[in-house]
């Protein structure tokens, strides 16, 4: 039996099909969360020569674009490698939006375009911004016509990622999936997590399938991909056109490589190969050289510290070499540290399945007085709720 996207059940043969976002086509209908402070141009390079996929530059403020801001300005930076220019975008004013994704496409010759209403951080969601916003329906609809609208003459498509909702008594998954149809998205991504679930727990896979039921744009799964097989048994299991790869890729970057191989247009059913700590230590110094390009040696090897403990998970490299890795500020100093870790340690399997990156544990969502009294929005959203951090 032969099981495609769309379809439910279990299957001896998986045969995908590409993400189709509007004009666009992504062969294999896979997709880089942004993270801030991960998904530079350096690692999103990394990832685009280990395998196909769409990698989205890391998270970026409306009002910053707009404004000019140097630092939002400087993160449009785009890799060759990079055959699709795609942009993760965030905001709270849908006029700002507009104008944000106009510079975007104008200026920078972006093609892709996704709006960010996932993230749980007690800052953002107090003011009424990330994971709180899609409970106020008349400003969700408003942000995504607006931005929308903006991107048409140019033909890019807009997307939108959002949670299960608030927490379980404020689930707004559903009705955000017919507003972003009703607003012409060209697909909508689910972190099947919850705000108040933060990252702790497992994500409710079944949740996609029916906002998949529910739509008839595509639908993307986020949350506990940590391997390819994760990635197939997701897409069997709900029906969903592709998924978003966060966490699971920090320190990992041939996780890229695993997932074109199960989702690209020839799966290989002989599973992924495990690197070995030479590999491993070799795709190490490629990241590090590739941020050095970008930010020159010394800064770069600073940025590449915060790497080296993804990297080197579960594997015996030796509290001292740990220790001394997390302060390396030159390639000499890498490539000395790297030199005295044993090339043939075989990859810890352990490790393989396990949650990487931030969990944190369930809490309350942080709101505005009164932001559950109404789905709809009197007034504004405080612009202080329009900030740089990056998670969904």
């Given at each position: 039996?032969?099981t495609?996207?769309?379809?439910?059940?279990?299957?001896?043969?998986?045969?995908?099909?590409?993400?189709?976002?509007?004009?666009?086509?992504?062969?294999?209908?896979?997709?880089?969360?942004?993270m801030?402070?991960?998904?530079?141009?350096?690692f999103?390079?990394?990832?685009?020569?280990?395998?196909?996929?769409?990698?989205?530059?890391?998270?970026i403020?409306?009002?910053?674009?707009?404004?000019?801001?140097?630092?939002?300005l400087?993160?449009?930076?785009?890799?060759?490698?990079e055959s699709?220019?795609?942009?993760q975008?965030?905001?709270?004013?849908?006029d700002?939006?507009?104008?944000?994704?106009?510079?975007?496409?104008?200026?920078?010759?972006?093609?892709?375009?996704?709006?960010?209403?996932?993230?749980p951080?007690?800052?953002?969601?107090?003011?009424?911004?990330g994971?709180?916003?899609?409970w106020?329906?008349?400003l969700?609809g408003?942000?995504?016509?607006?931005?929308?609208a903006?991107?048409?003459p140019?033909?890019?498509?807009?997307?939108?990622?959002t949670?299960?909702?608030?927490?379980?008594?404020?689930?707004?998954?559903?009705?955000a999936?017919?507003?972003?149809?009703?607003?012409?998205?060209?697909?909508?991504?689910l972190h099947?997590?919850?705000?108040?679930?933060?990252?702790?727990?497992?994500?409710?896979?079944?949740t996609?399938?029916?906002l998949?039921?529910?739509?008839?744009?595509?639908v993307?799964?986020n949350?506990?991909?940590?391997?390819?097989?994760?990635a197939?048994?997701?897409?069997?299991?709900?029906?969903?056109?592709?998924?978003?790869v966060?966490r699971?890729?920090?320190?990992?970057?041939?996780?890229?490589?695993?997932?074109?191989?199960?989702?690209?247009?020839?799966?290989?059913?002989?599973?992924?190969?495990?690197?070995?700590?030479?590999e491993?230590?070799?795709?190490?110094?490629?990241?590090?050289?590739?941020?050095?390009?970008?930010?020159?040696?010394?800064?770069?090897?600073?940025?590449?510290r915060?790497?080296?403990?993804?990297?080197?998970?579960?594997?015996?490299?030796?509290?001292?070499?740990?220790?001394?890795?997390?302060?390396?500020?030159?390639?000499?100093?890498?490539?000395?540290?790297?030199?005295?870790?044993?090339?043939?340690?075989p990859?810890?399997?352990?490790?393989?399945?396990?949650?990487?990156?931030?969990?944190g544990?369930?809490?309350?969502?942080?709101?505005p007085?009164?932001?559950?009294?109404?789905r709809d929005?009197?007034?504004t959203?405080?612009?202080?709720?329009?900030?740089?951090?990056s998670g969904?």
């Amino acid at each position: 039996m032969v099981t495609e996207p769309g379809t439910q059940g279990s299957s001896d043969v998986f045969l995908p099909r590409p993400l189709r976002l509007g004009d666009l086509e992504v062969e294999v209908p896979v997709v880089l969360a942004p993270m801030a402070g991960v998904t530079n141009v350096a690692f999103r390079r990394l990832c685009a020569e280990q395998g196909a996929g769409l990698y989205v530059c890391e998270m970026i403020t409306s009002r910053g674009l707009v404004e000019g801001d140097a630092t939002s300005l400087s993160m449009l930076t785009f890799a060759d490698n990079e055959s699709v220019r795609s942009v993760q975008l965030y905001g709270v004013d849908p006029d700002v939006m507009g104008r944000a994704v106009e510079v975007l496409c104008a200026d920078h010759g972006v093609e892709h375009v996704d709006l960010n209403f996932g993230c749980p951080v007690p800052k953002i969601t107090r003011k009424g911004g990330g994971a709180a916003l899609p409970w106020k329906a008349n400003l969700l609809g408003r942000i995504l016509e607006s931005t929308v609208a903006a991107a048409q003459p140019y033909g890019v498509p807009v997307t939108m990622k959002t949670r299960l909702g608030i927490d379980e008594d404020h689930l707004t998954y559903l009705d955000a999936g017919h507003i972003a149809e009703d607003a012409g998205c060209a697909a909508i991504a689910l972190h099947a997590r919850t705000a108040a679930q933060h990252y702790s727990g497992h994500a409710r896979w079944e949740t996609i399938g029916e906002l998949k039921a529910a739509v008839s744009i595509p639908v993307l799964g986020n949350g506990d991909v940590w391997e390819a097989g994760d990635a197939v048994r997701m897409m069997q299991s709900t029906g969903c056109d592709g998924v978003v790869v966060g966490r699971g890729c920090l320190g990992r970057p041939w996780l890229f490589r695993d997932l074109a191989a199960a989702l690209g247009p020839s799966p290989d059913a002989s599973g992924p190969v495990l690197p070995t700590l030479g590999e491993v230590t070799s795709v190490m110094r490629r990241h590090a050289e590739l941020l050095g390009d970008w930010l020159g040696e010394e800064r770069g090897c600073v940025e590449f510290r915060k790497h080296v403990a993804w990297y080197l998970k579960g594997f015996p490299a030796g509290s001292r070499v740990r220790s001394e890795l997390g302060g390396v500020s030159s390639y000499a100093a890498l490539d000395a540290l790297l030199a005295d870790l044993d090339p043939d340690e075989p990859y810890p399997v352990a490790e393989l399945g396990t949650p990487r990156g931030r969990q944190g544990s369930p809490r309350t969502v942080a709101l505005p007085d009164g932001w559950l009294s109404s789905r709809d929005l009197v007034g504004t959203v405080d612009a202080g709720a329009e900030d740089a951090s990056s998670g969904g």
